[in-house]
């Protein structure tokens, strides 16, 4: 019950902190720390976040409880430093927060990279996808007597012919990125 309280409270103090990382003048007034912190920790700050919520709870005549936001930190970075977040904040293209426990950085910085290949791969894969949409887009018109710009009808011409090859290269490409996205979502069941 403890816990379930825990969780809806620091689920209540995560949606109420902006992005300038401060608390709103009722959560000074709460004061709800462990919750606070909870919420922090689950978001992988580190303990210098504390300041940001003392200097927003100063304006209102209120100090921060360090001892329950640090425990609550301590137990929200039990969800924060897991694999499985730690992958899934590399796919959003974001490193891992510094902030867990020596015995499982180096195995969850290396799995955060692997969620931020991931992110990579995805991103030149939609860069291949519109490359080889505008080479189609292009083979079209010129198909259709369009000159696309270009001083004469001999350039014209010439890439006309150049776009089949160039195409290929764009789709082969696109296989192995797709390859290599297949292989990670293996590795990671998603």
């Not at 927060?97 to 799995?111: H, M």
């Not at 939609?126 to 080889?132: A, G, K, N, T």
Request: hydrophobic letters at 30%.
């Amino acid at each position: 019950m403890k816990i379930r309280y825990l969780l809806l409270t620091a689920a209540a103090a995560l949606s109420g902190l902006t992005g300038c990382a401060t608390l709103s003048k009722e959560e000074c007034l709460t004061g709800n720390w462990q919750a606070i912190g909870f919420a922090d920790g689950a978001a992988g700050r580190t303990p210098d976040y504390l300041n940001s919520h003392n200097k927003a709870c100063s304006k209102v005549g209120v100090a921060a409880d360090y001892r329950a936001w640090e425990q609550g930190r301590k137990e929200g970075l039990k969800q924060y430093c897991t694999e499985t977040n730690a992958y899934q904040i590399g796919r959003r293209g974001t490193q891992i927060s510094p902030v867990c426990p020596a015995n499982v950085t180096a195995n969850l910085e290396r799995i955060n990279a692997d969620g931020r290949q991931y992110y990579s791969l995805n991103k030149q894969l939609r860069i291949e996808q519109d490359r080889l949409k505008t080479y189609q887009e292009d083979y079209d018109k010129l198909r259709s007597g369009d000159n696309l710009n270009f001083s004469s009808e001999k350039e014209a011409r010439s890439y006309l012919v150049e776009l089949p090859a160039k195409a290929s290269k764009v789709n082969q490409r696109i296989k192995n990125l797709e390859y290599s996205i297949e292989q990670l979502q293996k590795k990671y069941g998603y």
